[in-house]
């Protein structure tokens, strides 16, 4: 096995999986929806019907978003470590490896992320920034009583819920890729760290460290 993800990397991705999770169940339960629809009625969940614990609550998430956020932008942007960026082409060779995936064929190579990872990245990352700029937004009206304009708190929550849904729908293409038996293989990277040193050559050709790695690994083995 290689390293493919720091430990870090992974504390930051389960940080926002994590926070991301509440923020969703919280944001809904402000419409008002679990009153509505009876979860609030289910025994131990009559919080979820009051709107001031769920604010708190995804005050709290989005706090913890925030910070994983930052420190993801400072430490990678310090280290200048920018391969989980989208790069040009990255459409066109999303749909060459998933083609070559649903014929069971062999796929073009990769470097340490899929081009459709990188696509991926960058959709929830703008679905991300696009919540958290019109949730502090909201957050200085609410918290820090300011005085905004009628139609810029209208369109800053229209927003922030387009940014909701585009989140729902970046997590459910996200966990669909592992609808593809190749992938499933990088699960366990998220969390371990580590993936098989003969999946890093097979798969992920153009990633030269971890080829290296992988190849020094295996002659060592023999």
């Known amino acids: ?64 978003l925030l910070a994983a956020v930052a420190y993801h932008i400072t430490a990678h942007g310090l280290r200048r470590e920018f391969d989980i960026l989208p790069k040009k082409g990255d459409f066109k060779a999303s749909l060459q490896v998933i083609w070559a995936m649903i014929r069971s064929k062999e796929e073009p190579p990769s470097g340490k992320y899929l081009p459709e990872q990188r696509l991926a990245y960058g959709f929830i990352a703008f679905a991300l920034l696009l919540l958290i700029v019109t949730g502090l937004i909201k957050m200085a009206k609410n918290v820090a009583g300011w005085n905004i304009p009628d139609a810029l708190h209208l369109w800053t929550a229209q927003l922030h819920n387009l940014g909701m849904i585009l989140v729902i729908l970046g997590i459910v293409g996200h966990l669909a890729a592992f609808l593809f038996k190749p992938n499933r293989k990088l699960l366990s990277a998220m969390f371990s760290g580590k993936v098989e040193a003969d999946y890093a050559i097979h798969r992920h050709a153009l990633w030269q ?6 190849a020094k690994l295996k002659d060592a083995r023999e």
């Open 1 to 64: 096995m290689i390293k493919r993800q720091s430990l870090s990397n992974r504390i930051v991705h389960w940080t926002i999986a994590v926070s991301v999770f509440g923020l969703i169940f919280s944001g809904i339960g402000q419409l008002p929806a679990y009153k509505r629809y009876k979860l609030a009625d289910l025994s131990a969940m009559a919080w979820t019907a009051d709107y001031q614990i769920t604010l708190w609550i995804h005050y709290v998430f989005a706090i913890a």
């Open 209 to 214: 460290e971890g080829v290296k790695e992988a």
